[in-house]
């Protein structure tokens, strides 16, 4: 009994929310797909919210099958003249339509449809986070304090560069600062990389050059996270803590500014795994997406909403790599077309397809390894 509640606990508590999000994400990142190609004139075949067999489904009045389908990892538009999910032209089948029929597929699109249509499903994304932060945003505001250090951590990359208790942060590498949380942000992802940090102090400023410390820390959930540290803290007397609203307009600036520092902050993470600045367990797969859903789904709706926005700009990056059967593969394939006035021939187009799904399927497992690695530790 007592493993069958275990059992019904983590469904409850984790399963469902990742569900919930995913699908929600999934759905907003094809639509963008099935809206700009539909707007485009091509005939959209199905639009499926996950893989393999269909639990639910209608077909519309223009042919389109709408599908829910059993294993909710992702989902796709299947365009009319394509082979799979993956948006793999049908060469064959291509050959044998008539000219009307081969105008309403995606490969019979002018060129600029085509890579329209395949680069709405990340732009909705980004578009769906940044509307997701504005009102997040326009509704709480936020908790902000003065970049203006408090205490220096003895022997800290900040103690070692000599900043002393009461300068006040400027710039970091020729970067505007304003706030302490803005300061946090661009160390924590530059461990070992040397920033110059504009300070002022005594009404003068100076340039320290300091390198971050990579440290392992544990957030409120006993996660282990890593990231690049100097050593400072702030207090409420030196770092003048206060909440700050925002109208409509600045809290949808904000939603901009949260969005692309969370793709910056992607980049930075990739750029530091290549340079083994950052450990590769870090990399999670989707079992840990779905831990982290029941464990923000604890603190709360607006929790989860904004756990939503980060993993849809997450999903926007990540279907823009440029691997085949992502959407980045195919702007790829298109962007090589422009330049070379046809397309790829179908063989070429076939081993990269198989290239880039023994790609996908290696990192899945490396990440799901992970995820398993980290719950067993």
């Known amino acids: 009994m007592s493993v069958l509640m275990s059992v019904l606990g983590f469904l409850g508590g984790y399963i469902v929310p990742f569900i919930l999000v995913l699908t929600v994400l999934v759905f907003v990142h094809e639509m963008g797909h099935y809206l700009v190609g539909r707007w485009s004139g091509v005939r959209v075949t199905a639009f499926a919210v996950g893989f393999g067999p269909e639990l639910l489904g209608y077909t519309d009045k223009h042919g389109t099958r709408w599908k829910l389908c059993a294993i909710p990892l992702g989902g796709y538009v299947k365009f009319f003249g394509d082979e799979d999910a993956a948006s793999k032209p049908d060469s064959d089948g291509l050959s044998r339509m008539s000219l009307e029929e081969r105008n309403q597929t995606l490969a019979g699109a002018k060129l600029w449809k085509r890579a ?8 909705a994304n980004f ?6 932060f504005a009102v997040m945003f326009g509704i709480y505001g936020r908790t902000v304090a003065d970049p203006v250090v408090a205490e220096v951590r003895e022997n ?9 208790p009461g300068d006040r942060l400027i710039a970091l590498d020729g970067n505007r600062v304003a706030t302490f949380e803005d300061v946090r942000r661009y160390i924590s ?19 320290l ?3 971050p410390e990579r440290t392992d820390t544990t957030d409120q959930f006993g996660n282990k996270i890593e990231l690049g540290i100097i050593g400072i803290v702030t207090n409420q ?5 206060r909440h700050i609203t925002y109208t409509p307009i600045e809290a949808l600036g904000e939603g901009v500014r949260e969005t692309g520092q969370i793709v910056t902050g992607t980049f930075r993470y990739i750029g530091n795994l290549v340079m083994g600045r950052m450990k590769p367990d870090q990399l999670g797969g989707p079992v840990r997406v779905a831990q982290a859903s029941g464990q923000m789904a604890t603190l709360g709706v607006s929790a989860v909403i904004q756990l939503a926005a ?3 700009v997450s999903i926007g990056l990540l279907n823009l790599m440029p691997v085949p059967v992502l959407d980045g593969g195919h702007l790829v394939f298109y962007a090589v077309e422009a330049v070379r006035g ?8 076939e081993v990269a397809f198989r290239i880039g799904l023994a790609m996908i399927f290696s990192l899945m497992v490396f990440a799901t390894w992970n995820d398993i690695s980290s719950l067993l530790g």
């Open 116 to 123: 329209a249509t395949v680069a709405a499903g990340p732009i």
């Open 127 to 132: 578009i769906l986070a940044i509307a997701i």
């Open 156 to 164: 800290s990359a900040a103690a070692v560069a000599g900043v002393l």
């Open 189 to 207: 992802i530059r461990p070992g990389s040397q920033v110059d940090v504009t300070i002022e102090r005594g009404g003068q400023q100076q340039v």
């Open 209 to 211: 050059k300091m390198v």
């Open 237 to 241: 007397d030196s770092g003048n803590f």
């Open 310 to 312: 980060v993993l849809s």
């Open 342 to 349: 046809r397309p790829l021939g179908a063989g070429a187009q």
